[in-house]
């Protein structure tokens, strides 16, 4: 019987990526080791925690892992003592960042309590039957409105615009909008209905980071956006309606239009949409006169909880179930935003602003305030990957002592936090907004999306700079 040659077992290469992810971590952490053991706090060393994260993320490294290895960096430098490791790891449960990480697991649960006791989806349909008519621009811009008030309720687009695709998609089936159109009209509304979000993660984190209010926050940075997309889908989706349409093949099927879309357990959606639309005015209005902090989120959000699922008769399993499911969905943002403060926590013990001011407090002293701000919403749009909100605690850890040297004003700091979480979600590239109204609005064609990413973030610029220019 001839015996058959085993071929030696292939040994698996690493992939290019990994292997520069590898090479810089490792020689970031030998680094750290060294000089952990030669210098002492307060030392510019401090910095190289933080360079370290960024170099990883540049390269590619997902922000987890990359915070991983940051943290571990600033341990082997700072060699807390266990007293001062036990005090950094007690704080950092109670940490601003990570109140932020526990705001968008509460938000999560709401939006899922939502979805399920009908409330979302009642409200898209509310929206669409205000406007007059049922000409094509009727349609077009009731899909844009009602996918910009669901995001702005639930506080994150990909979610809210997979509740609001089963309703919108028929009504715009009927009434003759190209796949393409409905995906631009879903991605501008989505987009400003996500500037606009009182406690969605990255607002809230742009509040706390620039100790601005919700009301500034809207008259000077979401307020100019949100009007700008609505300006923008008046003028571009029928451009992109008309080329669509007369490309072909890119209309919904017959069966699309005559889909259906329940109303809920027990026919309770319309009260849990009122109670809950009640509610959120009053929590906005609020936030608006108190200008409360970070803090209020955390009641508001399960207040909303609790009244949406009472008014939707969801009962107190279905309810708990319903928030649980939303919630377990952002844990490992939870973590994420954790381990952030643990990481600024072991950064802040090695006091690297300190030094920095001292030796270049005069010349930080007079540089112009107009470019700084411009250089870190340029460095945040295309230079800090990973969460829009953990972008934005990372700038401010980075940047916002440098700031208040420089003199930028809280404000102006809304603006430019606002600008590095918003703008890439209109380009230069595709991202997952951008595909999360693609997908839902069952379209296969980016370019039209791009185009109109592209026709809001240039003037969108050229507003924030004129902005910028009058806050300092």
């Known amino acids: 019987m001839p015996v058959t040659a085993v071929p030696p077992a292939r040994r698996r290469v690493p992939p290019p990526a990994a292997l520069l992810h590898w090479t810089i971590g490792a020689a970031g952490l030998i680094a750290s080791l060294v000089l952990g053991f030669t210098v002492q706090a307060p030392t510019l060393w401090g910095f190289l925690p933080i360079g370290l994260f960024a170099v990883l993320a540049l390269a590619g490294l997902n922000l987890p892992a990359a915070t991983g290895v940051a943290l571990v960096s600033g341990l082997l430098l700072a060699r807390p003592a266990p007293g001062t490791a036990a005090d950094l790891l007690a704080g950092s449960f109670t940490d601003t960042v990570t ?25 898209v349909r509310a929206v669409l039957r205000l406007l007059p008519g049922e000409g094509l621009r009727a349609v077009q811009f009731g899909v844009v409105l009602s996918c910009l008030v669901l995001v702005f309720a639930l506080g994150t687009l990909a ?149 949406t699922a009472v008014a939707g008769r969801l009962g107190t399993r279905g309810a708990s179930a319903a928030f649980g ?48 701000a411009l250089t870190v919403a ?17 700038l401010d850890k980075v940047f916002g002592p440098l700031g208040t040297v420089v003199g930028l004003g809280p404000e102006a700091w809304a603006v430019v936090y606002l600008w590095s979480a918003k703008a ?28 109109a990413g592209w026709a809001l973030l240039v003037p969108a610029a050229l507003l924030y700079v004129l902005i910028l220019t009058a806050l300092t």
């Open 378 to 394: 340029l460095i945040g749009w295309l230079g800090v990957p990973g969460a829009a909100a953990a972008q934005i605690v990372l």
């Open 159 to 307: 979610g809210a615009l997979a509740v609001a695709a089963p309703v919108v998609i028929p009504v715009a089936a009927r009434a003759g909008l190209t796949r393409s159109a409905t995906a631009v009209c879903m991605f501008l509304g989505g987009g400003a209905g996500l500037a606009l979000a009182p406690f969605a993660g990255s607002n809230i984190a742009t509040f706390e980071a620039s100790g601005v209010g919700y009301g500034s926050y809207v008259l000077w940075g979401a307020g100019p956006l949100a009007l700008l997309s609505l300006a923008l889908a008046w003028i571009v989706v029928p451009r992109v309606q008309r080329r669509s349409a007369e490309a072909g093949g890119d209309f919904y099927e017959p069966l699309e239009s005559s889909e259906k879309d329940g109303d809920g357990p027990a026919g309770h959606g319309r009260a849990a949409a009122w109670t809950f639309t009640a509610v959120l005015a009053v929590c906005v209005g609020y936030a608006v006169v108190t200008q409360v902090g970070v803090v209020f989120p955390l009641l508001a959000l399960p207040l909303l909880a609790v009244v």
């Open 424 to 451: 890439d979600t209109y380009g230069p590239f595709p991202n997952p907004n951008m595909m999360s109204a693609l997908g839902m609005a069952r379209s296969t064609r980016l370019r039209p999306l791009l185009a």
């Open 99 to 123: 109140l932020i990480g526990v705001i968008c697991v509460l938000g999560a649960g709401l939006g899922e309590v939502l979805s399920r006791s009908g409330a979302a989806r009642l409200m």
């Open 325 to 372: 499911a939303g919630a377990r969905r952002m844990l490992p943002m939870l973590l994420l935003f954790w381990l952030l403060a643990l990481f600024f926590g072991l950064t802040g013990e090695l006091r690297p602003y300190e030094v920095l001011m001292e030796q270049f407090g005069t010349e930080l002293d007079g540089l112009p305030v107009l470019p700084f």
